[in-house]
């Protein structure tokens, strides 16, 4: 018993031993205590984080003496030499001298200065997000440069970097703590309407250009990542509470409020558990143009007229007012006339909204750098999204559900994303079909005619107008008598109608669209380094995807079922450091195999130099190929839009798109058959361009089948110190081959185009149908452009000043129909002024943007983007005491509305008061 009590004593007294506590406080230069702060154990992977109030306290089974690192961004690191037990220190980390010092992951897959990274990158981290001038941290990523923010309602923003892109922005890739954040059957990214709470992001990374050789198809023009907050590291209960005013011209003065809260705790050096829920609701930017961008000028008193936020007036036909009333030709005439539409005001709910909540428990089994992370993401989202029509997304869900496991050198990622649209619907087919509900278009059309002829002979005859007049009266009485009992809304009738629409999921007569889509995605990389005794840093990787494609037939042409196909990819990179480590060359290659296209190989070769006895120059070249393949809509869309049939040219999906139309009169009368059934294939491969049609020279078009498209991409850049400058400039030039591309063909409805007989009577007597197809251009497209950044202090004032050019290259007048979507201004300029300790826990920031002029080109509509300015600026407050930061800003101080794309809401101000707890 003796004996035993000895040997406990012993070990307890071994454990007391082992165990070191330091503890001690990180400030700033003017003893302004740093949060969030890194101290690790040099040579380890052990550390801590400094609290709200810059306290740490460590604890190791390492004996003194040792090291400690503490760092922080945008500070210079610091170690010191802890020499016994129960240490306390107090570290002061100097501001670092540029950001170029600061830490990314994204360019090379593994931690690198942006100093040293081989391609640009911008990042945005803690302090960004405490300075940030814009209502969210993700509206303030437009402040960085060769970042473009198209912005399609109050929820969702879309990211563009070096053009190229719609709302729907399938060019750009966004990555929440490695998952895809693209929602599976939209095959675009939803900004951060179902994305992330300030509150745990940690850091966003941007890569603007090409990173097919890591990343794979979905990573064409740029990347971005949003890291968060590890609960072991960041720990205990944060919160914020944000109000404010949205103004806007169309939508008056609304009240706007976003409020979170985030919890995390570690139970142990081995178990840690964290949870976020944030709230976002509001008035969405109201769109109300009635511009007729078909007939400039026009309004409603035009029979043909078209309002851009006019819907049911693209209904429209040429009536023969002779051959219907049995004159001869040249009595009364024709007229193109078009349907009485609705406002999209009375179709729309423009109330905005974000749900966002997660949940993660993270495991280190050994208390050492081994992870495993089980984590669940859910957003649901209300707005209004911007494709070939406007759709009123209302109840919009997304799932991430994650296991990972990961050390220092690999991690194993598995997740799966699905998507519910919930009620969502679109705003077009709701008033066609509300508008046929109440009358048919044949009906409605008939009753213009009957009353137009009367009044337009008697006009004449007894009034004696003259043909002009007696038409403008005859199109108003016309229309009187057409639209005479229309569904008004705001009334019962109205209401129900359109309620009825807008739960139905055929568009024939209703609005509704149903996508449950969803992938699956496993991948993984490995880091050998430490295998070779760091002789080089070597990683190899690899991934599986498979989509589910679930839309009942509303979008895709699932109706027997969901639609599956999968794609797989491996990488291998090579990292090696030369010349006394001032030359870093960097090789990557990755090789992607879709089930319905070819392999494809990227690879990617970079070199970066740094010069000066002080290191503080950095020069960079790469060139590298990517890739990206067809969407799942590009290949088993089948969706009628209302101005073209849109089918995608999957093999598989040509036939799977079955259609009914009906013939007219004198079709019946040749073809003896009073409907006629078409197939997707037909668009492909039995069809006229429409742009023949147009010029009155009907043209044969066979549309081959889409393939990947391809880009070349050159980028040489510098970063560097110049006394207080910190500079950063780059330039790119960027080759595309088999250019995806959309293309409208015309259909007829009975012969074989390019029979010189029957189908050309069909495209006479109306008898034909425009189908979108998808393919690739034969044009050489190319782009080019440069950024350049220039940072510094002016005292203790901060002073940043970016410009970016970009330039589309191609040959117009050779593919007048090729429709790029390029969509980014030649010129752009920010600047931001600010100074995050004006006095003791005051600082402030200021943000300036200027926008060129630019030509919007998108399936809704295009036209052209007025040049604009912009000014946003923001004061916050510190109160340790409390360890809350209170900010009051606002964004588009100068309260000139803009917008970004055709067909959007203007945009607004927003003034907002915020108090965040524990950031």
Same mark, same amino acid.
């Given at each position: ?62 004996? +003194? ?164 907050? *590890? ?64 007939? +400039? ?53 423009? *109330? ?101 002829? +009367? ?424 109160? +340790? ?39």
């Amino acid at each position: 018993m003796k004996k035993l009590m000895f040997v406990s004593l012993m070990l307890l007294g071994l454990a007391s031993y082992g165990q070191t506590t330091v503890q001690g406080k990180v400030v700033d230069e003017n003893n302004e205590p740093i949060p969030g702060a890194n101290v690790l154990l040099v040579g380890k992977a052990e550390g801590t984080t400094t609290d709200f109030d810059g306290n740490f306290t460590f604890n190791t089974d390492e004996v +003194p003496p040792f090291r400690l690192q503490f760092s922080s961004i945008g500070f210079s690191d610091f170690i010191t030499n802890v020499t016994s037990n129960n240490q306390t220190l107090t570290i002061t980390l100097s501001e670092a001298n540029t950001m170029l010092d600061e830490i990314v992951i994204s360019a090379s897959r593994t931690p690198e200065r942006i100093f040293e990274s081989p391609v640009s990158v911008e990042r945005f981290g803690l302090r960004e997000i405490k300075n940030t001038t814009a209502e969210s941290f993700y509206g303030g990523l437009q402040n960085l440069k060769g970042v473009d923010i198209n912005t399609n309602s109050l929820t969702f923003q879309s990211i563009n970097t070096r053009g190229f892109a719609t709302f729907a922005n399938n060019r750009f890739l966004q990555l929440v703590d490695g998952m895809d954040n693209t929602a599976p059957g939209l095959n675009f990214v939803l900004g951060n309407l179902v994305g992330m709470s300030e509150l745990d992001v940690q850091s966003v990374e941007i890569l603007p250009g090409a990173s097919s050789a890591l990343y794979g198809a979905g990573a064409f023009n740029g990347i971005l990542f949003m890291t968060s907050k *590890n609960p072991f590291d960041f720990q205990g209960i944060s919160a914020y509470a944000k109000g404010g005013v949205t103004t806007q011209d169309a939508a008056g003065s609304n009240f706007y409020k976003d409020f979170g809260v985030r919890a995390a705790h570690a139970f142990s050096d081995k178990v840690a558990v964290k949870a976020n829920l944030s709230v976002l609701t509001g008035e969405d930017w109201h769109a109300n143009s009635r511009v007729d961008l078909n007939n +400039p000028g026009a309004d409603r008193s035009n029979p043909a007229y078209d309002g851009l936020n006019v819907y049911g007036d693209e209904v429209s036909t040429t009536l023969d007012f002779d051959a219907a009333a049995g004159f001869p030709s040249g009595t009364v005439g024709s007229a193109t006339i078009s349907r009485t539409g609705y406002d999209e005001a009375d179709l729309a709910n423009y *109330n905005a909204e974000s749900v966002k909540a997660d949940f993660a428990v993270h495991i280190r089994p050994f208390a050492d750098d081994l992870e495993v992370i089980l984590n669940s993401r859910i957003g649901r989202g209300t707005t209004i999204y911007q494709g070939a029509n406007r759709y009123a997304v209302a109840g919009f869900t997304m799932q991430q559900h994650r296991l990972e496991i990961k050390n220092d050198n690999f991690f194993l990622r598995g997740y799966i994303v699905s998507e519910n649209s919930g009620d969502a619907y679109d705003t077009r087919f709701a008033a066609i079909n509300v508008n046929r509900a109440w009358k048919s278009d044949t009906q409605w059309f008939t009753d213009y005619a009957g009353a137009y002829i +009367p009044t337009y002979l008697g006009s004449i005859q007894g009034a004696g107008l003259t043909p002009e007049e007696a038409s403008a009266q005859a199109h108003i009485t016309g229309r009187q008598a057409a639209d005479q009992g229309r569904l008004i809304p705001g009334t019962p009738a109205f209401e129900s109608a359109f309620n009825t629409v807008i739960n139905n999921g055929d568009l024939t007569t209703g609005a509704k669209f149903i996508d449950k889509t969803k992938f699956r995605h496993v991948n993984g990389n490995y880091n050998i380094a430490h295998l070779i005794d760091d002789w080089a840093d070597i990683q190899i990787g690899g991934s599986f995807r498979e989509y589910e494609l679930n839309s009942q037939g509303t979008i895709f042409t699932d109706i027997d079922g969901p639609i599956k196909y999968n794609e797989y990819g491996a990488y291998l990179q090579v990292q090696k450091k030369f010349l006394d480590d001032r030359l870093k060359f960097t090789g990557s290659a990755r090789y992607d195999k879709n089930e319905f296209f070819d392999g494809f190989l990227s690879p990617r070769v970079s070199l970066a130099y740094t010069l000066g006895e002080e290191r503080n120059h950095n020069l960079r070249v790469s060139v590298q190929q990517g890739f990206r393949n067809p969407t799942t809509q590009d290949l088993f869309i089948g969706l009628n839009a209302g101005r073209a049939i849109l089918v995608g040219s999957a093999p598989a999906n040509l036939d799977r798109d079955v259609r009914t139309f009906e013939v007219s009169a004198q079709g019946q009368a040749l073809i003896g058959q009073s409907t006629v059934e078409l197939v997707g294939r037909d668009a492909y491969e039995n069809a006229y361009s429409t742009s023949s049609l147009q010029a009155g020279t009907p043209e044969v078009v066979n549309t081959p089948l889409v393939q990947p498209e391809e880009i070349t991409a050159f980028e040489a850049g510098y970063r560097g110190q110049v006394g207080k400058f910190t500079i950063d400039l780059s330039g790119y030039y960027n080759s595309y081959s088999n250019f995806l591309a959309n293309t409208t063909t015309a259909v007829p409805f009975y012969g074989e185009a390019g029979d010189g007989g029957l189908s050309l009577l069909a495209l006479q007597n109306g008898d034909f149908q425009v189908y979108q197809t998808y393919t690739n251009s034969e044009a050489d497209i190319n782009s080019y452009g440069a950024t350049v950044g220039v940072d510094t202090k002016l005292g203790n004032f901060d002073l940043g000043v970016n410009y970016t050019f970009a330039e589309l290259d191609i040959d117009e007048g050779r593919y007048p129909d090729l429709r790029t979507n390029f969509n980014t201004p030649k010129h752009k300029v920010k600047a931001s002024f600010g100074n995050a300790a004006l006095f003791k826990n005051f600082g402030f920031n200021v943000n300036y943007r200027w926008s060129d002029s630019y030509y919007w080109e998108a399936s809704f509509a295009d036209g052209d983007i007025p040049a604009y300015t912009v000014l946003d600026a923001q004061v916050n407050y510190s109160v +340790p005491s409390i360890k809350s930061i209170f900010k009051l800003g606002g964004s588009n101080l100068l309260g000139d509305e803009y917008y970004t794309a055709i067909g959007t809401g203007f945009i607004g101000s927003i003034y907002y008061l915020s108090w965040t707890i524990n950031p």
